[in-house]
């Protein structure tokens, strides 16, 4: 456990010093700004509009970074010879891999908090009401960025930068699109379109479960479905990080 | 108990999607005894790396057994294990106390503050524990690595290629250091392809070749085996006399008698160096 806290506690110290995350902060504020202004354009769901577009931004913050910190940086620090004198310590694999993406994960967190923090101050600025569906859509941010990052702690397991990178985000961008592919391959007579259906089906998580970004002007919240939500992520998360940790273990640092 | 005992270790890796296997290590056996500088020589693509890689858990074998201290390595053995790969990366965003209090935290080292900076007095980087690693320069990127690999008084020091890249006076300090923490009763297992260090510094050597091991013994083994000449110099009724011998038993032969007869012997030596003798048994 020691060993696992001291990898996340180096992770984060690598986290603050590095510019990504300065970058991306920077980069999230001009969403949230570009948001504003393209809500404007609307004629009369300004405050819908604004909401629907600076969620979306900051989960593609969240994404991105999952998918640079979990391929690139994971990469680079997993570089055979950079390990070796990690993993020659007692420390195993498993922890190793453990202690960063939990440093990398709450890296992404504070990020995100940052930014949601600035966004509930525009909110109020441009009197946009806050309630508990914006907490809700946040924390599907969050249950989004843990799940990407698990997979694409998986794809960089098995493949180089570059492709880790090209499959975690058309996956990603599967995952969010689950509910229109099953409708289109369910009614269509094709059987390879079955096939694809059934793969899909079967090896991507239905991202739509905790997007609750479309909910805020709903009343009512149903805490079964957030923590359906929850649950179904933590499930899938958990999958891809084991195939990560059972592939990592068997690795050999060559 | 010997601090190293490696059994028929076998190791092969694939080309790319290619079937075909390439075994790097076969069959090979050695052991290194506690409290003594075993040296682990062979030439490049012999197999030195893989095997201590190996030793360290971070490669797997395919067939055969490595103990350190009578166990397998584990967690546990790593704690009074220390090792420093062959040019080793450290993390750039770390300076030289940071990564040190780093890797502490794995050993539960207590007073980390004495402890890192007495290792890194140890090694001569006392004045620049403050700087980022990225902006070492290669000495003291080999010296910082000997230091990490001591910082919790193992007592087997495994190294790889401690001096490879140092200048004369980089290699001069660094053996000094080794032969340092020799003294203090680690075991040192260290490989290296500069041969007069290795005859410095070393009390055993292993000598493997394509995966195999060609010898393992004493330095001065390693010549008796080899068709070194020995050379003897006496004085005999007050004459210095010089002689050369082409076996070693004929030498000690001669040397036997010269001893039972009362002369004084000035030197007995193989007349073949170590780097010749060791050249010899690559070759045959």
């Known amino acids: 456990m020691m060993a696992t806290w001291n990898i996340v506690k180096y992770t984060l110290i690598e986290a603050i010093r590095n510019k990504i995350y300065f970058i991306s902060f920077i980069f999230a504020l001009v969403l949230l700004f570009l948001a504003r202004a393209l809500a404007a354009l609307s004629f009369s769901e300004q405050g819908v509009m604004f909401f629907d577009f600076s969620l979306a931004g900051l989960n593609l913050i969240g994404v991105f970074l999952a998918i640079f910190l979990g391929v690139f ?57 806050i309630n508990a569906h914006f907490f809700a859509a946040f924390a599907g941010i969050l249950l989004d960025v843990f799940v990407c990052l698990s997979f694409v702690f998986f794809f960089s397991q098995i493949t180089k930068l570059f492709l880790a990178m090209a499959f975690s ?44 970004k479309d909910l805020y002007y709903l009343e009512k919240l149903v805490i079964a479905d957030y923590l359906y939500a929850g649950i179904y992520a933590f499930a899938w998360g958990a999958f891809y990080f084991l195939c990560a940790i059972l592939i990592f273990r068997k690795k050999d640092c060559v | ?117 007495q290792s890194l007095d140890l090694v001569g980087l006392k004045d620049v524990g403050n700087k980022l690693i990225k902006d070492f320069s290669k000495g003291m990127v080999q010296r910082l690595g000997l230091a990490q690999s001591i910082i919790h008084s193992p007592d087997l020091v495994i190294l790889d290629e401690p001096m490879s890249g140092l200048d004369p006076n980089g290699r001069r300090d660094l053996i000094h250091i080794i032969k ?29 070749d394509q995966g195999k091991t060609l010898f393992s013994g ?43 007869a009362g002369d004084k012997i000035i030197d007995f030596s193989p007349y073949q160096s170590f780097e010749q003798a060791v050249m010899e048994l690559q070759q045959r």
């Not at chain 2, 010089?242 to 070693?248: K, L, Q, R, S």
Request: proline share 3%; glycine share 6%.
């Open chain 1, 73 to 129: 940086l994971l990469q680079k620090e997993c570089e055979p010879k950079a390990l070796l004198l990690v993993l020659s310590k007692p420390i195993s694999h498993t922890q190793y891999l453990c202690g960063k993406f939990i440093g990398y994960y709450i890296s992404i967190f504070f990020v995100l908090l940052l930014t949601a923090a600035i966004l509930m101050l525009i909110f109020v600025l441009y009197d946009v009401s």
């Open chain 2, 180 to 208: 340092g923490i020799a003294t203090s009763g680690t075991t040192v297992f260290l490989s290296s392809h500069l041969l007069d260090d290795v005859q410095r510094l070393c009390d055993d050597i292993v000598l493997i």
């Open chain 2, 1 to 117: 108990m010997n601090a190293i005992e490696v059994k028929n270790l076998n190791k092969s890796f694939s080309a790319g999607l290619s079937f075909k296997k390439n075994q790097v290590l076969k069959n090979l056996s050695f052991s290194a005894k506690p409290q003594c500088v075993t040296g682990f020589l062979g030439a490049n693509g012999a197999g030195k790396t893989t095997t201590f890689k190996i030793m360290m858990g971070l490669l797997h074998a395919d067939s055969g057994e490595v103990l350190i201290h009578g166990k397998p390595i584990s967690n546990d053995t790593k704690k009074n294990l220390g090792f420093m790969p062959e040019r080793p990366q450290f993390p750039d965003h770390l300076n030289a106390h940071e990564f040190m209090a780093f890797l502490c935290n794995f050993h539960h080292i207590d007073q980390q503050k004495n402890k890192i900076k």
């Open chain 1, 169 to 212: 985000f058309c996956f990603w961008l599967i995952c969010h699109a689950h509910n229109g592919l099953k409708y289109l391959l369910e009614n269509s007579s094709e059987t390879s379109l079955k096939v694809v259906n059934f793969v899909v089906n079967t090896v991507a998580p239905n991202f739509s479960t905790w997007n609750f």
């Open chain 2, 218 to 260: 004493s330095v001065e083994d390693i010549q008796k085996r080899t068709s070194a000449k020995f050379r003897l110099i006496s004085i005999q009724n007050g004459s210095k006399k010089e002689e050369v011998f082409e076996t070693y038993t004929e030498a000690s032969a001669a040397l036997q008698k010269y001893l039972e």
